[in-house]
Nanobody, 118 residues
């Protein structure tokens, strides 16, 4: 079984930065995509960013493009989300997910809370 463990969440003022990490462990399969998703209270979970493991190709939601950067460390099986210029609407529980097939996320972490104050 695959385990995903997120870290790095917290409370930050608007305009600030946070860096989230997600480490994969256990019986890790060949990773195709690693993605970040978020869910705010009372809202649906939404896609934030993803990275293709083989070539580091990235994709971002329009709402975070230019502010967030996803990256990965192959050797550590870790994916990062650098979040800059944070806005109050970025708050939520951020989860990472692993896909062994394109865009089909089979494994999910528990999430880490991000709160952005005004």
């Amino acid at each position: 079984q695959v385990q995903l463990a997120e870290s790095g969440g917290g409370l930050v003022q608007a305009g600030g930065s946070l860096r989230l990490s997600c480490a994969a462990s256990g019986r890790t399969f060949s990773i195709y995509h690693m993605g970040w998703f978020r869910q705010a209270p009372g809202k649906e979970r939404e896609f934030v960013a993803r990275i293709t493991w083989s070539d580091a190709n990235t994709l971002y939601a329009e709402s975070v493009k230019g502010r967030f950067t996803i990256s990965r460390d192959n050797a550590k099986k870790t994916v990062y989300l650098q979040m800059n210029s944070l806005k109050p609407e970025d708050k939520g529980v951020y989860c990472c997910a692993e896909a062994v097939r394109p865009r089909v996320y089979d494994f999910w972490g528990q999430g880490t809370q991000v709160t952005v104050s005004t």
